[in-house]
């Protein structure tokens, strides 16, 4: 195990350059990757329930429709 010392600038400015050699397609994938990583961190205070914010039905199923979106990766196909 190597153990290297540096400033938090040096070090910000290699992980920085090293995320930038990936291609974009493999950038795309580690920032979903991240992404998944956050969803397991422990939050301090998550809100109020929907039922205690006093919202109705209809307007929880408006707000839903406008912040949920799909991502999905489709194979290349060699045609």
């Known amino acids: 195990m190597e153990i290297l010392f540096r400033t938090k600038a040096e070090s910000n400015q290699l992980q920085r350059?090293?995320?930038?050699?990936?291609?974009?397609?493999?950038?795309?994938?580690?920032?979903?990757?991240?992404?998944?990583?956050?969803?397991?961190?422990?939050?301090?205070?998550?809100?109020?329930?929907?039922?205690e914010r006093g919202e109705r039905k209809e307007e929880r199923e408006k707000r839903k429709d406008k912040s949920n979106f799909i991502i999905q990766i489709k194979e290349q196909c060699d045609r």
């Open 17 to 51: 350059e090293t995320f930038l050699k990936l291609s974009p397609a493999k950038r795309f994938e580690k920032f979903l990757e991240m992404m998944e990583a956050f969803e397991v961190f422990p939050v301090k205070n998550r809100g109020k329930r929907k039922e």
